[in-house]
């Protein structure tokens, strides 16, 4: 993945290089900017950031870090340098393409005679210009773009008048966006807006296009997706295992090194079983696990990696470890908020040694008790009831599928990018198998009675963790109970306990952020 930004309005080139040194470890193979005003047009998308200097006044500028995850180099020279320019588009794009292959055979079936795109960001620019040239509208050339691919992504694109931001339907990347006096802008960080002084800062939100700064909202919401279809138990698991096989396998496919963020439950274990079902022999495979010496944790955690021969890494949680990377994880989530500091602090952990072994890409097992009822809350919605947005009131089952829904709508906020911002300030890629649209609109029309018992339910995921045992997954690793990742690391305890015990969070972070920002 990357880091993308860009202002329109009355601006200096230097503001676009502040804004990328402020995101800079989201991408540090390579940097581009595209610069321009009403006489001239600078673009270079292999710049030195530590050289570059630009006082000129502009309307319109896109800045690009580049993550190349594969395919960095060939004999002659860089293929995934951003931003891409073809024709009068500039593009700015952040994220994976898994349907690549059938996105390629779709251009090479309608228009494609030429060498064949060398990066995703190649071939979501050429499927842009195709349908943009059509009837060069902007608008409509991304939203039938959109409907082409299958990935995680956030892109903008611009057509020397109009400019479209786009994020993906789950909202995996996240991309933000405000504006003050003088410029509108958006970055796939807040701090790099607030860096050139735009603090009132919104979300795009998934499967949204903002237009000329119009937020246009697309006519299908994932998470809305109904199926008229009830099936048979084991047709639900049929499908589900190959699903899951499959997201897990496009999300491998092309690196050599992959990490896993492991705490020896049942979701990241079942997805363990599932990259070793397809892993290459090239490839390599390292676990991590974050917990303090006593947790549950480290100790499923080890004796999985010792029973399948793995190399597992870990860090064992204290009260100095907590307090070394506090800051960061701090500036990472961009926000004083206790809960998301203890479940980041731990992603933080885990990504940092991805990134000490020099590995780019890790997979987590996110999305798992949204989709599966793992938390315990759930239970009690069963039996409480739950009151929708559109204000009706369900009861047992029905109230838990409809929660379900409303919680994968909010995934991104609550989630999503809190575990993007942490892994990528270590400059590692977090990916989600669970997370693919085909398993969500599959899982979410899965009956709740399937997932959970009813209220004395105490360990919930029920089809889940019988389809971990079909695939190999030892009884009690599938079985075990959930512990929140910020309890089963200890790492809430020191937060609470010690470390803002007597300290004001909300003022340690706006020092914090005032001393990494605008000093």
Known sequence: ???????????????????????????????????????????????????????????VGFGHNLLSISNFYNEDNLLNLQPKKLNNLVLSFNGEIYNYKEVLDFLKSNLYDGEAPKSDCDLLMQVLNYYYNKNQDLLEAVQYTNRRIDGDYVYAIYDGENIALSRDSVGVKPLFYGENDTIRGFASERKALWKVGITDVKTLEPGHILYNYEDIEPKYLIYDYESNKNHKYETYIKYLDEYLNESVKDRIANIDDIGLVFSGGVDSTLLLYYILNNLEDNQTLKLYTVGNENSQDLKYARRIAEDLNLPLRETVINEDVVREFLDDTLLAIEEPNLMKLGVGMTTYIATHMVHEDGIKVALSGQGADELFAGYKRYLDTYEEGYKDVDGLFYKRFRAVEHELRQDIAHIHDVNLERDDATSMANTVELRVPYLSDKIIKWVLNIPAKYKINGSADNIRKNILRELAVKKGVPEDVAYRKKKAAQYGSGIDKFLRRKIFRNTNLNKYFEELVDSYVYN
């Open 1 to 59: 993945m990357c880091g993308i930004l860009g202002l329109y309005g009355k601006f200096k080139g230097n503001d676009i290089l502040s804004m990328m040194k402020i995101i800079e470890r989201r991408g540090t193979d390579a940097h581009g900017v595209y610069l321009e005003n009403d006489e001239t047009t600078f673009f270079d998308n292999n710049i030195d950031i530590n050289a570059f200097n630009d006082d000129n006044e502009y309307n």
